[in-house]
Every structure is written in C-alpha cells, then in structure tokens.
C-alpha cells in the first residue's frame, strides 16, 4: 500500500516544478484562483482519474490540494488504496495564498464560485431558517426541517464527511466541462 506525506506551502512552492499538481476542488473553485499548473480533478471524479494519476505518478511526485486540506487528505487515503503515492498541501490553497504565493485563474474564466464550505454554511443557514419560518407561520412540523439539518452537520462534523457538499457539488457551476475533464485526463496520461 501507497503511503501518503504531506507537504507546507513553503516546501511545495520548492518542488513545484517536479510535482504534478491535482485539485481535487469542484471546478468553480478552482476557477476562482488555483495553484499555478494544478489540474483539475474533482474529488467525486477521482476513480476515473486512477490510470492517468497512477501515470503522473510514475513519472515524479503527486501533490494533491484542495482548499484547506480536508478534501486533498481523504484523496490521498484513496490514492493510497489504489497503491499511487501522493502528498497533500497541508493547510491547501488557503495556506498557499497565506504564504504570499500566486493563485492562477484561467482565462476568460466566469466569475468565482465561492469555497464549497462557504456554499454549505449559506445552504445549511438557509434552510435553517426557512424550516423556522414555515414551522412558525405555517405548522410546526416545518422544525423537523431544520432540526435535520442541524443534525446533518453535527454527523458531518463527528464523521468528518459532508453529505450536503456532495450535492452541492452536483450543480452546474461546481461541474467541469466534460472537454476540461478530458483535457486534464489527458495531461495526466502524458498525452
């Protein structure tokens, strides 16, 4: 079995040159400033991805980041299942920027999507307080809508597991272009 390390933006900013660099944030969010020469990878797109970051990985090191680290640590524990070594940047693209890196942005790219925890926290709160507003205007029995998604977040806090992102990701502005995926598959590959 594949062993995961971890690397601080200092060190990876170092060895930048000889990394392929996965992100494995939804694809808005990468629009909105990734590290520079990361491919884009979305976590739920990782299994289609196995061949050609088992490729990358035969040619040098595979760095995976994400935005605070979470999302690139669970992808290295399945890299590491499918024997492919990769690192994860501690702190992700969070701490890049924190260090004073530079944050790529494609061209032409559409305006940034918000970080998938900023698009959970405004979805949970929304439906929060539209479960109370229904439940005091309209019957109580509105609550049950907000006291399960209070109970979601304490699940995805205890599991560290984000059900509600998973959907999120699933909207069309977090969703990579097929064209984008498959260009990036290709990369991988050394195509």
Not at 81 to 95: K, P, S
Request: net charge positive; aromatic share 4%.
């Amino acid at each position: 079995m594949a062993t995961t390390t971890s690397l601080d933006a200092r060190q990876a900013r170092a060895r930048l040159d000889d990394l392929t660099v996965i992100d494995v944030r939804t694809a808005g969010e990468y629009a909105g400033g990734h590290i520079p020469g990361a491919l884009n990878v979305p976590l739920d797109r990782l299994d289609d991805a196995l061949p050609g970051i088992r490729d990358a990985a035969e040619r040098g090191p595979v760095l995976v980041v994400c935005a605070s680290g979470a999302r690139s640590e669970n992808a290295c524990r399945t890299l590491a299942r499918h024997g492919i070594e990769a690192a994860t940047l501690t702190g992700g693209t969070g701490a890049w920027a924190a260090e004073g890196h530079d944050l790529a942005r494609p061209q032409g790219s559409p305006r940034a999507v918000w970080a998938m925890e900023r698009q959970v926290r405004f979805t949970a709160s929304l439906i929060i307080l539209l479960g109370l507003a229904l439940g005091f205007f309209v019957h109580p029995a509105f609550l049950l809508l907000s006291a399960g998604i209070c109970g979601g977040l304490i699940f995805s806090a205890l599991t560290d597991t984000c059900g509600m992102a998973v959907v999120l990701g699933k909207l069309p502005h977090n969703r990579p272009r097929a064209a984008d995926l498959d260009a990036t598959l290709a990369r991988l590959r050394g195509r």
